[in-house]
Structures are given as structure tokens and as C-alpha cells.
Nanobody, 115 residues
Framework: QVLLVESGGGLVQPGGSLRLSCAASGSIFSISGMGWYRQAPGKERDLVAAITTGGITNYADSVKGRFTISRDNAKNTLYLQMNSLKPEDTAVYYC?????????WGKGTLVTVSS
């Protein structure tokens, strides 16, 4: 069993920055694909960014150039640096771990972008 715990969400003004973290338990973090998803009220959960075990990254078009996904395998931690935040980035952000077809999810952290 893998436990994922997100942190770093909060209220930020438009144009501001936040860094989300996702701490993973267990021993499979370094050999698993990881991703950040988000779900706004009344909408589906969508992929924001993903990173492979080898560090290859992929981003949703809406966040390219503003968000950066990274991982620290020594700390079993996934990060999402979010810059130039917009009101439409408001959502609950979830961390996902993918290992041999199995998905594990955190409980999410709320990001609110508002003046």
C-alpha cells in the first residue's frame, strides 16, 4: 500500500506562486511514474503534469511555461512549482503514483487563486 500526502495549497493572488509537495510512503516511488491532476468544482479531474522515472515531463497546454513538475527520489517527494497563477487554476490538486498499472491517489490540496 502506498500513502500519498499533498501539501502546499492555499489562497494566492493572481500572478502569484505556490509550490505543492506530495510525500509518498513505501519503496516504489523512485520506480513509479508520477503526476499532478486537478479538479475544479463541477468539472472532471484533469492531468496537469506528469513525470516519468527517468525525469521526462509532460504538461497540459494550459500550464505550459508556468508550472514545473519535479521529483526528489531520495526524499520520496513530488513537487509542482506553480507560477503566474490565474483564477482558472483554482482547483483541488491531487498527486498520483502509477506503478505497473496500479494507481494510487492522495486526498488532494486546495489551491484558490483570487484577489
Amino acid at each position: 500500500q502506498v500513502l500519498l500526502v499533498e501539501s502546499g495549497g492555499g489562497l494566492v493572488q493572481p500572478g502569484g506562486s505556490l509550490r505543492l509537495s506530495c510525500a509518498a510512503s513505501g519503496s516504489i516511488f523512485s520506480i513509479s511514474g508520477m503526476g499532478w491532476y486537478r479538479q475544479a468544482p463541477g468539472k472532471e479531474r484533469d492531468l496537469v503534469a506528469a513525470i516519468t522515472t527517468g525525469g521526462i515531463t509532460n504538461y497540459a497546454d494550459s500550464v505550459k511555461g508556468r508550472f514545473t513538475i519535479s521529483r526528489d527520489n531520495a526524499k520520496n517527494t513530488l513537487y509542482l512549482q506553480m507560477n503566474s497563477l490565474k483564477p482558472e487554476d483554482t482547483a483541488v490538486y491531487y498527486c498520483e503514483l502509477l506503478y505497473h498499472g496500479m494507481e494510487f491517489w492522495g486526498k488532494g490540496t486546495l489551491v484558490t487563486v483570487s484577489s
